[in-house]
């Protein structure tokens, strides 16, 4: 299922299996304004990329601002 997302649950099943809560909420807002966002292609720094892709890339980015993968276990941990 594309964006927009209603709740964390309709989330694709990788992205909640490996954030926690809170980083699946970041997700969730940023994945659906960047949907608005970039609709239209010339919005986009390459017109080519779908929107569904411009859109996971802005939510990872949001994560990656809070959030930060643990190298040894892969798990996503809250930033200090």
Do not use: C
């Amino acid at each position: 299922m594309a964006p927009p997302y209603k709740s964390t649950k309709e989330l694709p099943e990788p992205v909640q299996r490996v954030l926690p809560p809170h980083a699946q909420e970041i997700f969730l807002k940023a994945v659906n304004n960047a949907w608005e966002q970039y609709k239209e292609p010339k919005v986009r720094r390459n017109p080519a990329e779908t929107r569904e892709a411009v859109a996971f890339k802005v939510a990872w980015k949001a994560v990656e601002q809070v959030y930060e993968k643990d190298p040894v276990s892969g798990a996503w941990k809250k930033k200090a």
